[in-house]
């Protein structure tokens, strides 16, 4: 009774300027067409796209910052500097490793995802069952883990969540992928039947770009993603009998399409788009680079 009496007396001083603050309250016929700030063309997939994109970027920052600054409470520890040693270099190998893969010769789209499979075989297979550890990915780095969290939860994502219940909700939903994969696998789904919207949805769940992608486009990143993570182990393991880590091979692939879906020239977040694209635009000219002679007799570019 208190509520509709304060509705009866305050809500027609304060719906104005919700409506001028929340436009999206409105039925669609009165919506503003496009962003408010410039009239640019603006959905929920801009949104998730943009928050994607600086999460890759906040990640990779994260990632350069452990592998050259010891965090502040190993310095309260005598015994750990080994320890805090160890993990700085393996910071710093997996920073090189990004690294060339964002350098090299046609690692983009479902090119790039294939090889990011191929270079981490010998972690996805296994002759041993996979320990508990690998399977619940507790060896990636916390802000892969705070990346990957945060791109799947993209737009909205509370950073204050302590990492074991982000890795906990990453867990879940690659389980949740998993099913689905396998549903359409084995069911035989033809996805040129999957009309847009279904599309979209699926390919966002596994984090392929769908901004200013074409139902083709996302049918290939979505076949290629199937072949990859469904197809190809049932075939390896039914042949060899290894141990295939569904967990570590989808989550890799989420951060490859991640990183693509950033560097992308229809992505929402235009700094990073743009900062990407010129690397990839001056890579084509890298074979034509002279080469420097040094005075060991090597020659650098």
């Known amino acids: 009774l208190a509520n509709i009496v304060f509705m009866m007396f305050f809500a027609p001083n304060f719906v104005p300027y919700a409506f001028m603050f929340f436009p999206e309250m409105l039925p669609s016929p009165f919506a503003m067409p496009g962003h408010k700030m410039g009239g640019?063309?603006?959905?929920?997939?801009?949104?998730?796209?943009r928050e994607r994109a600086h999460a890759v970027v906040q990640t990779m920052l994260e990632l350069e910052k452990s592998a050259r600054v010891a965090p502040m409470l190993s310095?309260?520890?005598p015994f750990g500097k080994g320890r805090t040693k160890r993990m700085m270099?393996?910071?710093d190998r997996l920073g090189r490793d990004i690294g060339g893969l964002l350098?090299?010769?046609?690692?983009?789209?479902?090119?790039?995802?294939?090889?990011?499979?191929?270079?981490?075989?010998?972690?996805i297979y296994s002759t041993d069952r996979p320990s508990k550890d690998k399977v619940n990915l507790a060896n990636l780095p916390t802000a892969v883990i705070k990346g990957l969290g945060r791109a799947l939860e993209a737009p909205s994502f509370n950073s204050l969540i302590p990492t074991f219940i982000v890795r906990g909700k990453i867990l879940n939903t690659l389980k949740q992928i998993e099913n689905a994969d396998r549903f359409l696998v084995e069911?035989?789904?033809?996805?040129?039947?999957?009309n847009t919207e279904l599309l979209q949805e699926a390919c966002s769940a596994r984090l392929i770009g769908v901004l200013g992608r074409t139902n083709e486009e996302m049918v290939e990143g979505?076949?290629?993603?199937?072949?990859?993570?469904?197809?190809?182990?049932?075939?390896?393991?039914?042949?060899?009998?290894?141990?295939?880590?569904?967990?570590?091979?989808?989550a890799s692939l989420l951060c490859y399409n991640l990183l693509d879906g950033a560097r992308d020239g229809r992505s929402a977040s235009y700094l990073p788009r743009l900062l990407y694209q010129g690397q990839m635009y001056n890579?084509?000219?890298?074979?034509?680079?002279?080469?420097?002679?040094?005075?060991?007799?090597?020659?650098?570019?």
């Open 89 to 91: 270099e393996r910071m």
């Open 103 to 123: 350098v090299a010769d046609n690692a983009c789209g479902t090119r790039g995802a294939e090889l990011v499979s191929k270079v981490l075989e010998n972690e």
């Open 187 to 194: 069911q035989n789904i033809n996805l040129d039947t999957l």
């Open 222 to 250: 979505l076949t290629s993603w199937l072949e990859t993570t469904v197809k190809y182990p049932e075939k390896i393991v039914k042949d060899t009998g290894v141990y295939y880590n569904a967990n570590l091979a989808r």
């Open 283 to 301: 890579n084509r000219d890298v074979q034509s680079t002279p080469q420097i002679q040094t005075q060991d007799g090597s020659g650098k570019r």
């Open 40 to 49: 640019m063309p603006h959905t929920k997939w801009h949104d998730v796209s």
């Open 75 to 77: 310095n309260l520890n």
